[in-house]
């Protein structure tokens, strides 16, 4: 067999000298440095305990731990034994991890100290026979008990079809669902995004990221983190995003990765600056989608334009701005098709819709997901019978091929029978003056089914008046796309991702209408 394991490619991939950085920790108290012999020997002596533990072959290894390089190493140690990786969301609680490890029936558990009491109750409840402790500061059974082993170790063999990690759809709605991603997923779309984004190894000038995305989600344990090792590249490792700190590291990185929320938060630093970027080279958004106004404040202070890209747990990555030339990023889209990923719009009914109809994206490539985790049902509607998968993210493709993504399926109103995107009318309430931002939602209505309702955050300082927007906005659009009530608060709830959780919203407003 052919060796397709992620981990293999990635070790493959690490620069001659194995004695230069691979990682800068720039949070604890004094800096660490780990080489990459340093990766190469402690994944191998992770995995070698992994080995000694005789897990059934892809055994799926939760792991709820706070961020930290050795976290970094349990992942790319579970790949190395040819084992799944499950990472967790560090805010999900006991309710929330019963659930996960009921469903993924875990042969091992890795969680932080403080929790070991509950966690441990709730794996070894559900037949989990391992379960560690890893902390933030290097301490914990898991590293205790890796150190008892031999630091060389034969990566397991792996198909490009076998899996390699399980993770939970995010769940701003619904159930959390298990995504079943491949070694041949993970690695076909590291090796698109290297070229793509035209990663530097240490002999082509040598890129340096500044990683501070936790690592239980696609976009910083995947996008970022494959980017680096693919590229031999270092990274600057903070374990918690602090926009000061982060922003006193740009003068010394070359690229980014962050989610909208972040950026934000770093315009708020005087210190963002033409000068403090000078040395960067890629600034990537993802995850959530970027307001056009944090874009152009990025352009005007630091002189890039923010490489903006769309994908999902199912999918990995999907589309992405182009890198060059860096005038072709447009803001509020997310760019054309990676190579070799197909994205299609079609209506409900399942027809192709010509450029610039919307409708929902659909989506194939090497890149898609196996299916839902224990869910072959679940899995079958997510597909068209030719085998696309329904991302549930509702867009358009213009005639350069830029997709635009305007909402999920999900938060789609329909109103009266009319159809209201939340994105369009979020567009409109954007621009009102004093509006910082906006969520618009459907709450029941018992006339019309559904009804249109904004909630915006003002601007500092600004005074706004819910009726006044809805007002506004009675002059610019259609009278069912207005909202029949405007809420104006300080600020949205978000999940870990920067995601507006609407469900919360819609649930606060169900009653409203009283329908
Ligand atoms: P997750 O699986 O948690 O990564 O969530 C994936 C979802 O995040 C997608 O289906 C989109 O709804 C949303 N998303 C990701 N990237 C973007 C983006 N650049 N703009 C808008 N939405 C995005």
Redesign the pocket.
């Known amino acids: 067999m052919t060796d397709h394991n992620l981990f293999s490619a990635l070790r493959a991939a690490f620069p001659a000298d194995l004695d230069a950085t691979a990682i800068e920790t720039a949070d604890t108290a004094a800096p660490l440095f780990y080489t990459w012999r340093d990766i190469e020997r402690s994944t191998a002596m992770l995995a070698n305990l992994i080995d000694s533990l005789a897990l059934p072959p892809a055994s799926r290894i939760a792991v709820q731990t706070e961020k930290s390089v050795e976290a970094l190493m349990l992942y790319l140690a579970v790949l190395r034994a040819g084992h799944v990786f499950l990472p967790l969301n560090t805010a999900y609680q006991a309710g929330e991890i019963e659930y996960f490890i009921g469903n993924a029936e875990p042969a091992m558990v890795v969680c932080a100290g403080k929790n070991f009491g509950w966690v441990s109750k709730i794996a070894f409840l559900a037949g989990t026979k391992h379960v560690f402790t890893l902390n933030d500061d290097r301490t914990g059974t898991l590293l205790d008990r890796a150190a008892f082993h031999g630091d060389t170790h034969t990566p397991a063999e792996r198909g490009a079809d076998d899996l390699a990690a399980v ?1 939970y ?2 769940g ?1 709605t619904g159930r959390s669902k298990g ?1 079943m991603l491949t070694h041949g997923n993970l690695l076909s779309n590291a090796q698109v995004l290297h070229r793509a984004w035209g990663w530097r190894r240490p002999e082509e000038g040598g890129d340096v990221l500044i990683h501070a995305l936790p690592i239980f ?3 910083g344990l995947f996008v970022a983190s494959h980017g680096a090792l693919l590229a031999g590249a270092k990274m600057i490792w903070f374990a918690r995003f602090d926009p000061r700190a982060v922003a006193a590291r740009l003068p010394e990185a070359t690229v980014f990765m962050g989610v ?1 929320t972040l950026y934000v938060r770093l315009l708020g630093e005087p210190t963002l600056n033409r000068s403090a970027c000078a040395h960067m080279r890629l600034f990537v ?6 307001l056009v106004e944090t874009f152009d404040s990025w352009h005007q202070r630091t002189g890039h334009s923010i490489l ?7 999918t990995v990555m999907l589309t992405s701005n182009p890198y060059r030339p860096e005038g072709a990023r447009r803001g509020g889209t ?1 760019g054309p098709a990676l190579p070799g990923v197909g994205v299609r719009v079609h209506d409900e009914q399942g027809r192709a819709l010509p450029a610039g109809e919307i409708g929902g994206i659909e989506v194939r490539g090497p890149n898609v997901f196996k299916g839902y985790w224990r869910m072959p049902e679940k899995t079958k509607e997510e597909f068209t019978a030719d085998g696309w998968f329904k ?3 509702v867009g358009k493709i213009d005639a350069d091929g830029y997709v635009t ?1 305007v ?2 399926s999900k938060d789609l109103i329909i109103t009266g029978g009319y159809n209201v995107y939340p994105a369009e009318i979020e567009g409109y309430v954007n621009e009102l003056p004093g509006v910082a931002e906006s969520a618009v939602v459907g709450v029941p209505h018992k006339d019309f089914g559904e009804a249109v309702v904004a909630v915006v955050v003002r601007k500092p300082g600004a005074v706004l008046d819910g009726a006044a927007v809805a007002a506004a906005l009675k002059t610019q659009i259609a009278n069912f796309k207005v909202p029949k009530q405007v809420f104006v608060v300080d600020e949205l709830p978000r999940n870990a ?1 920067g ?1 507006v959780q609407k469900n919360l919203l819609r649930d606060q407003h169900k009653g409203l209408f009283g329908a």
């Open positions: 993770l759809t995010s701003t995504a989600h696609v976009h909208p958004s993802g995850s959530a989608p970027m903006e890209r769309y994908g999902m747990s199912e997310v991302t549930g993210d993504i909402g999920r991702m995601k």
